[in-house]
């Protein structure tokens, strides 16, 4: 059997390293950074305290045991002397201004409210102390985009005034940003200092601090560009709609934007980043073999510390009649530590098959093709987009025709779309029509839809059989029923009792005949920074896709999420609900903080990096979502009217490089629409460009709950999962009852009417069964792998067991369950699991008596799936049994419940569970 070791100081290690390699330093003025050893700080900004870890939404909320924050963390730094004083004014002030965590889901405000400072203040703290470090911190995410005011995307006037008034007063001043993605930098002349250092995870403080001491320094690179004005990104216009979202910037996303139209709006350009010490980057040969090119570049550290610096390759290519960026990135790469004076020589190659451009609109004559128009081909290499300088010409004599494909998501409303013509200075802006949709898509599908095949009833194999080779895939599916493949296609949750406690779904053997078959409940679990499991249990917090990204070291991401695949085989978790890979088309996409880059390159090598990390011990990552996922305003409406260029060359382009390099095996589609058809039932996107083109063979599965139409003039809703299969997206996530079809889905009466077809369920039957295959989930059915995985180093909090075996006791209306075996003694926790037929809002019962006085208070609190819910406060009862009623909401079906006992004395009978309000997110 083969064994499994996690080293959680390894883990911490990685993830420490991460985000301090992940750090951008965008201005180092005065030698400001590093903080020199007896040196004394001044610390301003109550994110000190309050460290945003990560963004809000499923991405955020993993259970962590501790998050260190900064302050923490220069505590714990020998050589460092906090400004004590000041400390203690801001200590008192946070304690009277406490966190505001918001109310419920996407409640929580972008920030915090700043301590006002006095002149006062910061003339003494600059009397005190030699540096002064400001902390400013933001947070938004899913279902909460950022808005571009005061206390979001831009600074409040308090921030402002801190930043100005610390920055008058002290000469070495350096703001450090705890932010989801980029924010407005108009202040950005006033501090000696900038520092981004993004959302760290649990690990944030301690990374942060190797940054700011100089035991690490800074090699991070910015991963979007930093325009003056949020109002110069050319997507901003077009961006938060509620209903169509035009992309009428086409492929001129960020940098590609930026440097060929706009640069003077550039604050900081794409790939930029100052580190402590200083680099000469010499190419030392370029060459070309069969289509192949080289650049091989010696970096040398020309500075005084040890360093790490990131090379950047970007190519020109030729106007042609498509039009094309002045820049695009085509290659990157990362010294390792170089000591003062040390060289390294790193080789960049490129296939100039890389640099084709999709011709949508027959142009070139090659309509639905990439191709390499004729012209030069000039390379660009620095160590940020603006500074690269050209290396290498690669020329076309004439057009070649890279790959030949056809026409898919092509648009069907009309709209303009930019292009480049040349002006007197440079290029401008010209926005010609984009080429609509031209093929009968519903045609196609019809002619291309699978070979039926019958039911044959029941032969004996299970998918063991099939594992052994005993048996075709085929045949063994041709066992199940027609209500056995439309319960397969139905993915369980949230927090199945069939698998890990808390987590997001359950697929594959979703039910019992299922089961019977020997398919075992696969699991799935957010993701991306971390997993995360709702009824308390604790995991690795990690730094978000931002940061990750920034670090440019597709090594570092590897070896990190080999770590985080050891904690999933150890929560029994088969494929994270990450990579997030949409890209930053606007700073103001709230999920941005998910997300890696406004560049499809960077995505997809970062995404890759991911996967064979977690390949590595057997399990796997779900890039999500796929695709054009760029806002959270209205995202279940949402339709992304986006050119068929812009899809392949920038929106697809991550996810075509994870799967054909990265070999993902699972994929999650969008709430929204793109063209018209919403991402969950979009054929085209999920059968021709994802399979048929990339040669994908894994899993697809919506959003949780997402819409579903099948063409764009059929209005979306949750429950067309006939349009879904129809477009071999295969699982719809997620439903409480699969086996008797809670969610009242439309697969059996669309198999039925003929407009869905046994061999379109088998299909997707069979994509699901070749994941579970190769899933450590089978490995258990079988025996090869039990599932446990030695854990080193870990804490006995943080190292809690989870009982993967929790009893769901099924509760019919206003039935209760016993608390006669609860210990009620003080801070203790009884735990029950129950399953209720209707989700909604519940009259819960508590009975309970105690012989203690009238006046005392005995205080018991009800955790559902690990949200506080009601607290009942019982007071003496002279032994008398007497009853409190109090409401709580499940959202789930199955609910794993704590009540907390404050304080003993209290003798509880049972707890009755009646339903109030039914709730349904089929209607939701
Ligand atoms: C999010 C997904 C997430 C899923 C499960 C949805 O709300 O959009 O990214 O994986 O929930 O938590």
Same mark, same amino acid.
């Given at each position: 059997?083969?064994?499994?070791?996690?080293?959680?100081?390894?883990?911490?290690?990685?993830?420490?390293?991460?985000?301090?390699?992940?750090?951008?330093? !965008?201005?180092?003025?005065?030698?400001?950074?590093?903080?020199?050893?007896?040196?004394?700080?001044?610390?301003?900004?109550?994110?000190?305290?309050?460290?945003?870890?990560?963004?809000?939404?499923?991405?955020?909320?993993?259970?962590?045991?501790?998050?260190?924050?900064? !302050?923490?963390?220069?505590?714990?730094?020998?050589?460092?002397?906090?400004?004590?004083?000041?400390?203690?004014?801001?200590?008192?002030?946070?304690?009277?201004?406490?966190?505001?965590?918001?109310?419920?889901?996407?409640?929580?405000?972008?920030?915090?409210?700043?301590?006002?400072?006095?002149?006062?203040?910061?003339?003494?703290?600059?009397?005190?102390?030699?540096?002064?470090? /400001?902390?400013?911190?933001?947070?938004?995410?899913?279902?909460?985009?950022?808005?571009?005011?005061?206390?979001?995307?831009?600074?409040?006037?308090?921030?402002?005034?801190?930043?100005?008034?610390?920055? *008058?007063?002290?000469?070495?001043?350096?703001?450090?940003?705890?932010?989801?993605?980029?924010?407005?930098?108009?202040?950005?002349?006033?501090?000696?200092?900038?520092?981004?250092?993004?959302?760290?995870?649990?690990?944030?403080?301690?990374?942060?601090?190797?940054?700011?001491?100089?035991?690490?320094?800074?090699?991070?690179?910015?991963?979007?560009?930093?325009?003056?004005?949020?109002?110069?990104?050319?997507?901003?216009?077009?961006?938060?709609?509620?209903?169509?979202?035009?992309?009428?910037?086409?492929?001129?996303?960020?940098?590609?934007?930026?440097?060929?139209?706009?640069?003077?709006?550039?604050?900081?350009?794409?790939?930029?980043?100052?580190?402590?010490?200083?680099?000469? $980057?010499?190419?030392? %040969?370029?060459?070309?073999?069969?289509?192949?090119?080289?650049?091989?570049? &010696?970096? %040398?550290?020309?500075?005084?510390?040890?360093? *790490?610096?990131?090379?950047?390759?970007?190519?020109?290519?030729?106007?042609?009649? +498509?039009?094309?960026?002045?820049?695009?990135?085509?290659?990157?790469?990362?010294?390792?530590?170089?000591?003062?004076?040390?060289?390294?020589? +790193?080789?960049?190659?490129?296939?100039?098959?890389?640099?084709?451009?999709?011709?949508?609109?027959?142009? %070139?004559?090659?309509?639905?093709?990439?191709?390499?128009?004729?012209?030069?081909?000039?390379?660009?290499?620095?160590?940020?987009?603006?500074?690269?300088?050209?290396?290498?010409?690669?020329?076309?004599?004439?057009?070649?025709?890279?790959?030949?494909?056809?026409?898919?998501?092509?648009?069907?409303?009309?709209?303009?779309?930019?292009?480049?013509?040349?002006?007197?200075?440079?290029?401008?802006?010209?926005?010609?029509?984009?080429?609509?949709?031209?093929?009968?898509?519903?045609?196609?599908?019809?002619?291309?839809?699978?070979?039926?095949?019958?039911?044959?009833?029941?032969?004996?194999? $299970?998918?063991?059989?099939?594992?052994?080779?005993?048996?075709?895939?085929?045949?063994?599916?041709?066992?199940?029923?027609?209500?056995?493949?439309?319960?397969?296609?139905?993915?369980?949750?949230?927090?199945?009792?069939?698998?890990?406690?808390?987590?997001?779904?359950?697929?594959?053997?979703?039910?019992?005949?299922?089961?019977?078959?020997?398919?075992?409940?696969?699991?799935?679990?957010?993701?991306?920074?971390? /997993?995360?499991?709702?009824?308390?249990?604790?995991?690795?917090?990690?730094?978000?896709?931002?940061?990750?990204?920034?670090?440019?070291?597709?090594?570092?991401?590897?070896?990190?999420?080999?770590?985080?695949?050891?904690?999933?085989?150890?929560?029994?978790?088969?494929? !994270?609900?990450?990579?997030?890979?949409?890209?930053?088309?606007?700073?103001?996409?709230?999920?941005?903080?998910?997300?890696?880059?406004?560049?499809?390159?960077?995505?997809? *090598?970062?995404?890759?990096?991911?996967?064979?990390?977690?390949?590595?011990?057997?399990?796997?990552?779900?890039?999500?979502?796929?695709?054009?996922?760029?806002?959270?305003?209205?995202?279940?409406?949402?339709?992304?009217?986006?050119?068929?260029?812009?899809?392949?060359?920038?929106?697809?382009?991550?996810?075509?490089?994870?799967?054909?390099?990265?070999?993902?095996?699972?994929?999650?589609?969008?709430?929204?629409?793109?063209?018209?058809?919403?991402?969950?039932?979009?054929?085209?996107?999920?059968?021709?460009?994802?399979?048929?083109?990339?040669?994908?063979?894994?899993?697809?599965?919506?959003?949780?709950?997402?819409?579903?139409?099948?063409?764009?003039?059929?209005?979306?809703?949750?429950?067309?999962?006939?349009?879904?299969?129809?477009?071999?997206? &295969?699982?719809?996530?997620?439903?409480?009852?699969?086996?008797?079809?809670?969610?009242?889905?439309?697969?059996?009466?669309?198999?039925?009417?003929?407009?869905?077809?046994?061999?379109?369920?088998?299909?997707?039957?069979?994509?699901?069964?070749?994941?579970?295959?190769?899933?450590?989930?089978?490995?258990?059915?079988?025996?090869?792998?039990?599932?446990?995985?030695?854990?080193?180093?870990?804490?006995?909090?943080?190292?809690?067991?989870?009982?993967?075996?929790?009893?769901?006791?099924?509760?019919?209306?206003?039935?209760?369950?016993?608390?006669?075996?609860?210990?009620?003694?003080?801070?203790?926790?009884?735990?029950?699991?129950?399953?209720?037929?209707?989700?909604?809002?519940?009259?819960?019962?508590?009975?309970?008596?105690?012989?203690?006085?009238?006046?005392?208070?005995?205080?018991?609190?009800?955790?559902?799936?690990?949200?506080?819910?009601?607290?009942?406060?019982?007071?003496?009862?002279?032994?008398?049994?007497?009853?409190?009623?109090?409401?709580?909401?499940?959202?789930?079906?199955?609910?794993?419940?704590?009540?907390?006992?404050?304080?003993?004395?209290?003798?509880?009978?049972?707890?009755?569970?009646?339903?109030?309000?039914?709730?349904?997110?089929?209607?939701?």
């Amino acid at each position: 059997m083969k064994t499994y070791t996690l080293n959680w100081d390894t883990y911490k290690q990685l993830a420490r390293t991460a985000v301090a390699e992940g750090a951008v330093l !965008l201005k180092n003025e005065h030698a400001t950074l590093p903080i020199q050893a007896g040196t004394t700080v001044s610390v301003f900004g109550r994110s000190q305290f309050n460290y945003y870890k990560s963004g809000t939404g499923s991405g955020g909320m993993v259970n962590v045991s501790h998050v260190t924050s900064p !302050l923490e963390a220069l505590q714990a730094t020998e050589g460092v002397q906090l400004n004590a004083s000041l400390l203690e004014t801001y200590e008192t002030w946070v304690e009277a201004n406490p966190f505001d965590q918001g109310v419920g889901w996407a409640g929580e405000p972008w920030s915090q409210p700043e301590m006002e400072v006095t002149d006062e203040l910061v003339t003494a703290a600059a009397k005190a102390s030699d540096v002064a470090l /400001i902390f400013i911190g933001r947070t938004a995410g899913e279902d909460r985009d950022n808005t571009a005011d005061p206390g979001s995307y831009l600074l409040t006037d308090i921030e402002q005034s801190l930043i100005e008034k610390v920055s *008058k007063t002290f000469t070495k001043t350096a703001v450090v940003l705890n932010v989801g993605n980029i924010i407005d930098m108009d202040w950005a002349h006033q501090p000696s200092a900038i520092l981004y250092t993004w959302q760290g995870g649990m690990e944030g403080g301690t990374g942060l601090v190797d940054v700011l001491t100089g035991a690490v320094t800074p090699s991070g690179k910015l991963t979007d560009t930093i325009a003056k004005s949020i109002e110069d990104y050319p997507s901003t216009k077009n961006f938060g709609h509620a209903d169509k979202g035009i992309y009428q910037e086409d492929i001129y996303v960020g940098y590609r934007y930026f440097e060929t139209f706009a640069k003077d709006a550039v604050l900081y350009p794409f790939g930029f980043g100052l580190s402590y010490t200083t680099f000469t $980057t010499d190419v030392a %040969t370029t060459g070309e073999q069969d289509g192949m090119i080289t650049v091989t570049v &010696d970096v %040398t550290n020309t500075g005084a510390v040890d360093g *790490k610096e990131v090379v950047q390759l970007y190519v020109e290519k030729p106007q042609g009649t +498509l039009g094309n960026p002045a820049r695009s990135l085509v290659a990157f790469d990362k010294t390792d530590t170089l000591a003062p004076g040390e060289r390294a020589t +790193l080789t960049l190659s490129i296939p100039a098959t890389d640099f084709a451009s999709y011709d949508d609109n027959g142009a %070139t004559g090659h309509v639905s093709s990439f191709v390499l128009e004729a012209g030069t081909y000039e390379l660009h290499l620095g160590t940020d987009v603006r500074s690269a300088r050209p290396v290498f010409t690669y020329n076309v004599d004439s057009l070649q025709v890279i790959e030949t494909l056809s026409e898919n998501m092509a648009p069907v409303t009309p709209f303009d779309r930019i292009k480049p013509v040349v002006g007197e200075h440079g290029y401008l802006v010209e926005y010609v029509p984009t080429p609509l949709r031209a093929v009968d898509v519903e045609a196609r599908y019809l002619v291309e839809r699978p070979v039926t095949r019958d039911y044959v009833g029941d032969n004996g194999f $299970t998918l063991k059989d099939v594992y052994a080779g005993k048996v075709e895939l085929d045949a063994f599916l041709d066992q199940l029923t027609d209500e056995d493949l439309a319960c397969i296609v139905r993915g369980q949750g949230m927090n199945s009792p069939r698998v890990t406690p808390g987590t997001a779904a359950a697929f594959g053997g979703v039910s019992d005949r299922l089961t019977d078959l020997g398919i075992p409940a696969a699991c799935c679990a957010d993701g991306p920074s971390g /997993i995360r499991m709702d009824i308390g249990t604790k995991a690795f917090a990690l730094p978000n896709g931002t940061l990750l990204a920034s670090t440019f070291n597709v090594e570092l991401v590897e070896d990190l999420f080999e770590m985080t695949g050891l904690e999933m085989r150890k929560n029994r978790v088969d494929t !994270l609900l990450g990579p997030g890979m949409n890209i930053h088309r606007n700073p103001l996409n709230g999920r941005n903080f998910e997300y890696f880059s406004e560049d499809p390159h960077v995505t997809g *090598k970062m995404a890759i990096a991911q996967l064979n990390g977690m390949h590595r011990v057997g399990v796997t990552g779900t890039l999500k979502h796929f695709s054009a996922n760029n806002q959270e305003a209205h995202r279940h409406d949402i339709d992304s009217i986006v050119s068929e260029r812009a899809l392949r060359e920038i929106y697809l382009k991550g996810f075509e490089m994870a799967v054909k390099e990265g070999k993902a095996t699972s994929i999650m589609t969008t709430y929204g629409a793109v063209n018209g058809v919403w991402t969950a039932g979009l054929y085209d996107q999920n059968t021709r460009i994802l399979r048929d083109e990339w040669g994908f063979d894994g899993i697809v599965m919506t959003d949780w709950w997402a819409k579903v139409n099948h063409h764009e003039d059929e209005p979306a809703n949750r429950q067309n999962t006939a349009a879904m299969v129809q477009s071999q997206n &295969d699982l719809y996530m997620v439903v409480d009852r699969p086996d008797t079809n809670s969610f009242d889905d439309n697969t059996g009466a669309a198999l039925a009417a003929g407009s869905l077809t046994r061999g379109e369920l088998l299909r997707s039957a069979a994509n699901i069964c070749r994941f579970v295959l190769q899933s450590p989930a089978m490995e258990r059915e079988l025996g090869i792998h039990d599932g446990t995985v030695e854990v080193i180093g870990l804490d006995e909090e943080a190292g809690q067991a989870i009982d993967f075996d929790v009893t769901y006791r099924h509760l019919e209306n206003g039935e209760s369950v016993s608390l006669s075996d609860a210990d009620t003694s003080t801070g203790n926790t009884h735990v029950f699991a129950v399953s209720v037929d209707e989700t909604g809002t519940y009259d819960v019962t508590i009975t309970a008596k105690s012989d203690a006085g009238e006046l005392a208070q005995m205080p018991v609190t009800l955790f559902a799936n690990n949200i506080p819910g009601p607290t009942f406060t019982f007071n003496g009862t002279d032994g008398e049994w007497v009853t409190q009623t109090k409401q709580v909401f499940f959202l789930n079906q199955h609910n794993y419940l704590q009540l907390y006992f404050a304080l003993g004395g209290l003798d509880v009978k049972d707890i009755t569970f009646t339903l109030v309000d039914s709730f349904s997110m089929k209607n939701g």
